[in-house]
């Protein structure tokens, strides 16, 4: 079964810790909350070279979901 493992945002202090421990573990795909640009999947992608999911919770996220959209492996709607 494949296995994504959420990691914190990139403005964050907790991303590039993150992005270590995904690097060990070698999941299916990560998980990132709060996206509001697709410019961030770029980002996580680029940093892992693994297919990225993209966490919609905020407006200006519901608003840029169309682009977010052809950048993401999968949308999440919601908080979690």
Do not use: S, Y
């Not at 980002?43 to 919609?56: E, K, Y």
Request: aromatic residues 2%; negative net charge; charged residues 20%.
């Amino acid at each position: 079964m494949p296995v994504a493992i959420r990691i914190n945002g990139a403005r964050t202090e907790w991303h590039g810790p993150d992005v270590v421990a995904v690097m060990h573990d070698k999941p299916a795909a990560v998980v990132v909350p709060r996206v509001e640009t697709k410019e961030e999947l770029g980002f996580v992608r680029n940093q892992t070279g693994l297919p990225v999911l993209a966490m919609i919770e905020t407006a200006r996220g519901v608003l840029a979901a169309g682009t977010i959209a052809h950048e993401a492996a999968a949308l999440i709607a919601g908080t979690n």
